[in-house]
């Protein structure tokens, strides 16, 4: 496998750094959500095409992982929804401080569902709820009482209908169109990926582009290529909607916009993993409500004027109240260091 940096000028054997990062994004563990969130900042020497390559090996993992779309992983959103009223926010005296707490959460969970079409339709959850066999049950009453409703998995027909009471509605990601599984296998080998996953949604991983937009970011992904039987650019590999030259609008990957006040390119559904290339994209995710809960894999490169510098330490400095900070060290990428961000949870 050969790689380009330069749109295909020149051209190397795919190098040691390649490798790791690809590899990081393909092993990291996912959470559904809940607490217990990770951020792992990587100290780049240069800019370099690393969240790209990151955001490429969680896709494959997403692949092959017969549980990655959004049917399930709304049910798994749901499944934790109803675990946090149960078992933290239904007893809790602090209405709500998380801060102060030292939960691990970073909003309350009101035990209430909501019917996206019918506004005055709600469930509420119930005790009889099996978190071991994954069974969710509700009740047409906040005491308890009325019609129940049992859902034991994901095929609910009624799935989508429903939402938490302190989110939004659930939006769909397009799932037109199909990646070819050969363009990934050429770079990964062979890989046992999920046959529906290769034409289903997926909206809950996101990569968070640099401060420049998109447009800036796709361009710089489609100068990174891979040259194996076929030649694909990193662009064309991250399915993000609109990036695969408009071939196909399947979308498994989020782009989240860090430029202003922060945007997502269309629906986003409780993200699990967030890819932030660059030091603005991080800031801008940890401001970004929706992304509150999921665990963040940084490429910082330190290219930027002193200022700059300062001021992204004086970010991380700022995290110590809510986080414990673990030194790494040195990386498996000469000239990176990692540092690693994880939340308290109070036991």
Same mark, same amino acid.
């Given at each position: 496998m050969e790689i380009s940096e330069d749109?295909?000028?020149?051209?190397?054997?795919?190098p040691a750094w390649v490798s790791y990062f690809l590899d990081l994004g393909l092993k990291w563990p996912r959470r559904n959500s809940g607490p217990g969130r990770t951020m792992r900042i990587i100290s780049t020497p240069t800019k370099t095409h690393a969240a790209g390559l990151v955001a490429l090996g969680a896709v494959s993992a997403d692949l092959a992982n017969p549980t990655a779309n959004d049917r399930n992983r709304h049910y798994d959103t749901l499944l934790s929804?109803?675990?946090?009223?149960?078992?933290?926010?239904?007893?809790?005296?602090?209405?709500?401080?998380?801060?102060?707490?030292?939960?691990?959460?970073?909003?309350?969970?009101?035990?209430?569902?909501?019917?996206?079409?019918?506004?005055?339709?709600?469930?509420?959850?119930?005790?009889?709820t099996d978190f071991q066999v994954k069974k969710l049950c509700f009740s047409a009453k906040a005491d308890g009482s009325g019609a129940k409703t049992t859902v034991e998995g994901p095929e609910w027909p009624h799935i989508f209908d429903y939402?938490?009471?302190?989110?939004?509605?659930?939006?769909?990601?397009?799932? =037109?169109?199909?990646?070819?599984?050969?363009?990934?296998?050429?770079?990964?080998?062979?890989?046992?990926?999920?046959? =529906?996953?290769?034409?289903?949604?997926?909206?809950?991983?996101?990569?968070?582009?640099?401060?420049?937009?998109?447009?800036?970011?796709?361009?710089?992904?489609?100068?990174?290529?891979?040259?194996?039987?076929?030649?694909?650019?990193?662009?064309?590999?991250?399915?993000?909607?609109?990036?695969?030259?408009?071939?196909?609008?399947?979308?498994?990957?989020?782009?989240?916009?860090?430029?202003?006040?922060?945007t997502f390119a269309h629906a986003a559904n409780?993200?699990?993993?967030?890819?932030?290339?660059?030091?603005?994209?991080?800031?801008?995710?940890?401001?970004?409500?929706?992304?509150?809960? =999921?665990?963040?894999? =940084?490429?910082?490169?330190?290219?930027?004027?002193?200022?700059?510098?300062?001021?992204?330490g004086a970010l991380l400095e700022g995290q110590s109240q809510w986080y414990d900070r673990h030194e790494l060290g040195s990386s498996g990428v000469p000239g990176c260091f990692e540092i690693e961000l994880r939340k308290r949870v109070a036991s």
């Open positions: 749109s295909g000028q020149t051209w190397r054997e795919m929804y109803a675990r946090q009223h149960l078992h933290a926010c239904k007893a809790c005296k602090l209405r709500c401080r998380p801060d102060i707490r030292k939960c691990g959460y970073t909003s309350e969970a009101s035990g209430i569902l909501r019917h996206k079409d019918r506004p005055l339709a709600k469930l509420f959850v119930s005790s009889a939402y938490e009471s302190e989110g939004i509605p659930l939006s769909l990601g397009r799932s =037109a169109g199909r990646v070819d599984k050969d363009d990934y296998e050429q770079i990964f080998g062979s890989i046992n990926f999920c046959e =529906a996953n290769l034409s289903t949604s997926y909206s809950s991983l996101c990569f968070a582009g640099g401060a420049s937009g998109q447009t800036a970011s796709q361009n710089e992904m489609s100068s990174f290529i891979f040259k194996g039987k076929k030649s694909k650019s990193l662009a064309n590999l991250l399915p993000i909607y609109g990036w695969d030259d408009g071939a196909t609008e399947l979308s498994r990957l989020i782009y989240y916009n860090s430029r202003g006040k922060g409780s993200p699990n993993l967030v890819i932030a290339d660059g030091m603005d994209a991080f800031a801008s995710v940890l401001s970004e409500k929706k992304l509150k809960s =999921a665990d963040v894999i =940084a490429l910082v490169s330190r290219i930027h004027e002193r200022d700059k510098m300062e001021e992204f």
